[in-house]
C-alpha cells in the first residue's frame, strides 16, 4: 500500500507541476526568425579604411558592438554569431522595419572622444577632438597604478594633436563616445607630449579590459558588406510553428495508443514518462535561454523518437523474461539490467554524432545539435530511471502480477 501510494503520489505532483509551469515556459520560449518572422544577414568584414587585416578580436568586437547597437534599439530578438575569419551572421525575429534596421547594421562602430568647448553645458560634449581611427590599433591595455587601480593606456598615432588637445582641454573633461553612447568622460591631468596616456576612473579590471577593448575596436573600425539574406514572413512562421505542432500531438497521441495496446502497463508507464520528458525538455530550454527554430523542433521530435525507442527496447525484454517463466518480479529486473547497456550504447552513438554536428556545424545546424543532445540527456533521466522507478512501485505493491498487465499471454509462456 505504501508503494502504491509513493506511485500515486509521483504522478499527481508531477501533473501539477507540469500543468502549473507549462503555460509559463511555452510562453517564455523564445522562437527562431523561420517560426517568429523576421530576417538573417551574413556579413563579410573589412577594415573601413582599406588598411590592416581584419583581427579574431577585432571581428568579435565588432559582432558585441552589432548586439548592443539591436538590443539598445529593441529591434526584435537578435543572434549575432562571428563566423570563421571575417564574417558574420545576424539573426533578428521579431521585426517590423526591417530596411530601417538593415541600415544601422551596416554602419561601422564609430569611436570619438568629445569635449564640451562650444557646446550648451560642460556636460553636452558635441565636439568631436579625436576619431577611433587616429588610435594605434591594438594599442590599447590594461595596466595598474602604484595602487594596483587599473588604467587603461592609449597611443594615439599624430603626437601634435594629441599635445594640442590636452594642453587646450588641461583640467576639463574629454568624453569618450561609442557611436551616441557614452563610456567614460575622464578629466584630463596632463600635456600629453608623447602620444600616449592614460585613462582612470574605472572601477573594476573587467571595466578597464572593456574600455581598452573598445578603444582597440574604434582604431579598426569594420566596413560590412552584405553577402547573404534572407526573409521570414510572420504569418509564414506562425503557419509553421502550428503545422508542427499539429504534427507533433498527432504523433504523440498515436505513440501513446501504440504502447498501450502492444505493452500495456509500461507503455501507459512509458506514456507518463514521454511527458515528463517533453516537460523537462521545455524547463531545460528556457534555463538556458535557447532560442527555438525548425530544426530544433526536428530534433526535439527526433528526442521523443529516441525516448519512445527506449521505452520499447525495455518493454520488449520484460516481456521476453516473463516468457521463460521468470516472475513478474525477476523479469522486471532482468529485462531492465539487459536493456540498459543497449540504451545507453545507442545514447553514446547519438551524443557522439550531436557533438560532431555543434563543433563542426553553423547556424541552424548548430541548433539542431544542441537539442538533440540537450534531448538525449533529458532521456537518460526520464525514459530510463523514472520508468524503472514507478515499475518498481507497482510491481512491489503486488497488485499487478498478472503477465496480461505487460502484454504477454499464457499461453506465450514457456515451461522452464
Known amino acids: 500500500m505504501n508503494r502504491m501510494l509513493a506511485f500515486v503520489l509521483v504522478v499527481l505532483v508531477s501533473f501539477g507541476v507540469i500543468g502549473a509551469t507549462s503555460p509559463y515556459l511555452l510562453d517564455k520560449t523564445k522562437l527562431g526568425l523561420d517560426l517568429q518572422g523576421g530576417f538573417e544577414i551574413l556579413y563579410e568584414a573589412s577594415p573601413l579604411d582599406g588598411v590592416g587585416t581584419v583581427t579574431k578580436d577585432s571581428l568579435n568586437k565588432t559582432a558585441e558592438s552589432i548586439k548592443k547597437r539591436i538590443d539598445s534599439r529593441g529591434v526584435g530578438e537578435s543572434e549575432v554569431t562571428p563566423e570563421g575569419k571575417n564574417r558574420i551572421r545576424v539573426k533578428i525575429a521579431g521585426v517590423a522595419d526591417e530596411t530601417?534596421?538593415?541600415?544601422?547594421?551596416?554602419?561601422?562602430?564609430?569611436?570619438?572622444?568629445?569635449?564640451?568647448?562650444?557646446?550648451?553645458?560642460?556636460?553636452?560634449?558635441?565636439?568631436?577632438?579625436?576619431?577611433?581611427?587616429?588610435?594605434?590599433?591594438?594599442?590599447?591595455?590594461?595596466?595598474?597604478?602604484?595602487?594596483?587601480?587599473?588604467?587603461?593606456?592609449?597611443?594615439?598615432?599624430?603626437?601634435?594633436?594629441?599635445?594640442?588637445?590636452?594642453?587646450?582641454?588641461?583640467?576639463?573633461?574629454?568624453?569618450i563616445y561609442l557611436d551616441d553612447d557614452l563610456l567614460s568622460d575622464?578629466?584630463?591631468?596632463?600635456?600629453?607630449?608623447?602620444?600616449?596616456?592614460?585613462?582612470?576612473?574605472?572601477?573594476?579590471?573587467?571595466?578597464?579590459?572593456?574600455?581598452?577593448?573598445?578603444?582597440n575596436l574604434?582604431?579598426?573600425?569594420?566596413?560590412?558588406?552584405?553577402?547573404?539574406?534572407?526573409?521570414?514572413?510572420?504569418?509564414?512562421?506562425?503557419?509553421?510553428?502550428?503545422?508542427?505542432?499539429?504534427?507533433?500531438?498527432?504523433a504523440s497521441v498515436v505513440i501513446f495508443i501504440f504502447m498501450v495496446v502492444f505493452y500495456r502497463l509500461p507503455g501507459v508507464i512509458a506514456?507518463?514518462?514521454?511527458l515528463v520528458f517533453i516537460w523537462l525538455l521545455l524547463?531545460?530550454?528556457?534555463?538556458?535561454?535557447?532560442?527555438?527554430?525548425?530544426?530544433?523542433?526536428?530534433?526535439?521530435?527526433?528526442?521523443?523518437?529516441?525516448?519512445?525507442?527506449?521505452?520499447?527496447?525495455?518493454?520488449?525484454?520484460?516481456?521476453?523474461?516473463?516468457?521463460?517463466?521468470?516472475s513478474i518480479a525477476s523479469s522486471l529486473r532482468s529485462g531492465n539490467k539487459n536493456s540498459f547497456r543497449t540504451i545507453i550504447d545507442a545514447h553514446i552513438t547519438n551524443i557522439i554524432a550531436g557533438a560532431v554536428l555543434y563543433f563542426i556545424g553553423q547556424?541552424?545546424?548548430?541548433?539542431?545539435?544542441?537539442?538533440?543532445?540537450?534531448?538525449?540527456?533529458?532521456?537518460?533521466?526520464?525514459?530510463?530511471?523514472?520508468?524503472?522507478?514507478?515499475?518498481?512501485?507497482?510491481?512491489?505493491?503486488?497488485?499487478f502480477n498478472k503477465v496480461g498487465y505487460y502484454g504477454v499471454k499464457e499461453s506465450e509462456i514457456r515451461a522452464l
Open 186 to 215: 575622464p578629466e584630463v591631468q596632463g600635456v600629453f607630449t608623447d602620444g600616449s596616456a592614460t585613462i582612470s576612473g574605472q572601477p573594476t579590471p573587467a571595466d578597464a579590459k572593456a574600455l581598452a577593448d573598445t578603444i
Open 100 to 175: 530601417e534596421v538593415r541600415k544601422m547594421l551596416q554602419k561601422p562602430a564609430v569611436l570619438t572622444f568629445r569635449s564640451s568647448e562650444g557646446c550648451a553645458s560642460t556636460t553636452d560634449y558635441c565636439k568631436v577632438e579625436l576619431q577611433g581611427n587616429e588610435f594605434k590599433e591594438g594599442a590599447a591595455k590594461v595596466v595598474y597604478d602604484q595602487l594596483r587601480r587599473p588604467l587603461v593606456a592609449i597611443e594615439v598615432k599624430d603626437k601634435k594633436k594629441f599635445e594640442d588637445i590636452s594642453t587646450r582641454l588641461l583640467h576639463k573633461n574629454l568624453a
Open 218 to 250: 574604434g582604431a579598426l573600425p569594420l566596413k560590412l558588406t552584405e553577402k547573404y539574406t534572407q526573409s521570414v514572413g510572420a504569418t509564414l512562421g506562425q503557419k509553421s510553428l502550428d503545422e508542427t505542432l499539429l504534427a507533433g500531438i498527432i
Open 271 to 274: 506514456g507518463f514518462c514521454l
Open 363 to 399: 547556424g541552424s545546424v548548430k541548433g539542431f545539435a544542441v537539442v538533440l543532445l540537450a534531448s538525449i540527456i533529458c532521456n537518460i533521466a526520464t525514459n530510463i530511471f523514472l520508468p524503472r522507478y514507478l515499475m518498481h512501485l507497482l510491481v512491489k505493491s503486488g497488485k
Open 283 to 326: 524547463a531545460v530550454f528556457w534555463l538556458m535561454g535557447a532560442t527555438l527554430t525548425l530544426p530544433g523542433i526536428a530534433a526535439f521530435v527526433l528526442g521523443i523518437g529516441i525516448a519512445v525507442d527506449s521505452n520499447i527496447i525495455t518493454a520488449e525484454r520484460i516481456k521476453d523474461e516473463i516468457r521463460t517463466g521468470k
